[in-house]
């Protein structure tokens, strides 16, 4: 990953501006190119900071980055700006209880199994050991809404999955999306 400038967020950015991938609004030029190396970024964001899942995404012919991510990597170097106090508390969090530690409850497990079912009776949940995001990133959960379907490596991933879903249905304009 090309970290010269302070924020892997925008050493990222600008690479991908400087290799003609991008425009300066953010704009796919060269979809192959991009997916290439978002799948190259990804990867070694997994590798070196441990973060799992894709950096980036495209939605109407424009990259959206993950900022969650991005801000992860941040504080897992070091780069240390009053808006990552948060995530330096995630990161000491998560590595004192990685989620496979965690055990969901049968009741909560029943009641998202449930709230999905209100959400589409045909939903469905799927156990799969070898998960991965299509990017060859091994993940914990995806949710593919427009199939109505939640995989999981294990039940510990569905309350994550099942935010997801929240998020779907929040109004774009909504300030607990905007954050």
């Given at each position: 990953?090309?970290?010269?400038?302070?924020?892997?967020?925008?050493?990222?950015?600008?690479?991908l501006?400087?290799?003609?991938v991008?425009?300066q609004?953010?704009?796919?030029?060269?979809?192959?190119?991009?997916?290439?190396?978002?799948?190259?970024?990804?990867?070694?964001a997994?590798?070196?900071?441990?973060i799992?899942?894709?950096l980036?995404?495209?939605?109407?012919?424009?990259?959206?980055?993950?900022?969650?991510s991005?801000?992860?990597?941040?504080a897992k170097?070091?780069?240390?700006?009053?808006?990552?106090?948060?995530?330096?508390?995630?990161?000491?969090?998560?590595?004192?209880?990685?989620?496979?530690?965690?055990?969901?409850?049968?009741?909560?497990?029943?009641?998202?199994?449930?709230?999905?079912?209100?959400?589409?009776?045909?939903?469905r949940?799927?156990?799969?050991s070898?998960?991965?995001?299509?990017?060859?990133?091994?993940?914990?959960?995806l949710?593919?809404?427009?199939?109505?379907?939640?995989?999981?490596?294990?039940?510990n991933?569905?309350?994550?999955?099942?935010?997801?879903?929240?998020?779907?249905?929040?109004?774009?304009?909504?300030?607990?999306?905007?954050?």
């Amino acid at each position: 990953m090309s970290c010269n400038l302070k924020t892997s967020r925008a050493s990222v950015r600008s690479a991908l501006i400087k290799k003609k991938v991008i425009d300066q609004y953010n704009n796919i030029l060269d979809f192959p190119k991009f997916r290439e190396l978002n799948g190259l970024y990804s990867r070694d964001a997994q590798d070196r900071y441990g973060i799992k899942g894709s950096l980036m995404y495209d939605e109407n012919n424009k990259v959206l980055f993950n900022d969650g991510s991005f801000r992860l990597i941040d504080a897992k170097k070091g780069i240390n700006y009053p808006e990552n106090k948060v995530e330096q508390e995630l990161i000491k969090e998560y590595q004192y209880s990685p989620i496979s530690d965690k055990v969901i409850s049968p009741e909560l497990k029943s009641t998202l199994i449930a709230f999905c079912k209100k959400v589409n009776p045909d939903f469905r949940i799927e156990t799969i050991s070898d998960l991965n995001d299509g990017n060859g990133l091994s993940v914990q959960g995806l949710l593919k809404l427009n199939e109505f379907l939640i995989q999981v490596k294990s039940d510990n991933a569905l309350p994550e999955e099942v935010a997801h879903i929240l998020v779907e249905m929040l109004d774009k304009d909504s300030a607990l999306v905007k954050e």
